[in-house]
Protein backbone atom coordinates (compact mmCIF):
# COMPACT_ATOMS: atom_id res chain seq x y z
CA UNK A 1 0.00 0.00 0.00
CA UNK A 2 1.21 3.04 -0.66
CA UNK A 3 1.88 5.95 1.80
CA UNK A 4 -0.25 9.05 2.41
CA UNK A 5 1.41 12.34 2.60
CA UNK A 6 -0.29 14.58 4.79
CA UNK A 7 -0.08 18.63 5.69
CA UNK A 8 0.61 21.68 3.38
CA UNK A 9 1.78 21.41 0.16
CA UNK A 10 5.20 23.00 -0.13
CA UNK A 11 5.56 25.52 -3.09
CA UNK A 12 8.82 25.53 -5.20
CA UNK A 13 10.67 28.00 -6.61
CA UNK A 14 9.29 29.91 -9.90
CA UNK A 15 11.01 28.10 -13.21
CA UNK A 16 12.29 31.36 -14.52
CA UNK A 17 14.96 33.03 -12.83
CA UNK A 18 14.75 37.06 -12.47
CA UNK A 19 17.96 38.66 -12.81
CA UNK A 20 18.73 41.05 -10.47
CA UNK A 21 21.65 43.64 -10.83
CA UNK A 22 24.29 41.43 -9.39
CA UNK A 23 23.80 38.51 -11.60
CA UNK A 24 25.62 36.88 -13.93
CA UNK A 25 24.39 36.22 -17.32
CA UNK A 26 24.96 32.22 -18.49
CA UNK A 27 27.37 31.36 -20.35
CA UNK A 28 27.28 30.42 -24.18
CA UNK A 29 26.99 26.38 -24.83
CA UNK A 30 29.79 26.97 -27.19
CA UNK A 31 32.21 28.67 -24.22
CA UNK A 32 31.38 25.12 -21.92
CA UNK A 33 32.17 23.00 -25.36
CA UNK A 34 35.78 25.37 -25.14
CA UNK A 35 36.41 24.87 -21.78
CA UNK A 36 35.50 21.09 -21.75
CA UNK A 37 37.30 19.59 -24.76
CA UNK A 38 40.46 20.21 -23.76
CA UNK A 39 40.23 18.65 -20.59
CA UNK A 40 38.18 15.75 -22.48
CA UNK A 41 40.95 15.08 -24.70
CA UNK A 42 43.45 15.22 -21.91
CA UNK A 43 42.06 12.68 -20.02
CA UNK A 44 41.41 10.13 -23.26
CA UNK A 45 45.18 10.53 -23.76
CA UNK A 46 46.41 9.88 -20.06
CA UNK A 47 43.65 7.04 -19.75
CA UNK A 48 44.16 5.36 -22.89
CA UNK A 49 40.65 5.97 -24.13
CA UNK A 50 41.54 6.16 -27.83
CA UNK A 51 42.73 2.59 -27.87
CA UNK A 52 39.93 1.72 -25.84
CA UNK A 53 37.19 3.80 -27.80
CA UNK A 54 38.85 1.89 -31.28
CA UNK A 55 38.14 -1.65 -29.83
CA UNK A 56 34.93 -1.22 -28.83
CA UNK A 57 34.03 -0.17 -32.14
CA UNK A 58 35.97 -3.28 -34.00
CA UNK A 59 33.71 -5.13 -31.51
CA UNK A 60 30.54 -3.58 -33.03
CA UNK A 61 31.52 -3.65 -36.58
CA UNK A 62 32.49 -7.27 -36.22
CA UNK A 63 28.91 -7.58 -34.34
CA UNK A 64 27.48 -5.71 -37.56
CA UNK A 65 29.37 -7.91 -39.98
CA UNK A 66 28.14 -11.56 -38.85
Known amino acids: ?3 Q ?3 TARRRR ?3 SR ?3 GEQPTR ?4 ALAMA ?3 AALLVVLFGGW ?3 ASQAQAVADLLGR
Open 37 to 39: LPC
Open 1 to 3: MAP
Open 51 to 53: EQM
Open 14 to 16: PAV
Open 5 to 7: LTG
Open 19 to 21: SGP
Open 28 to 31: HPAV
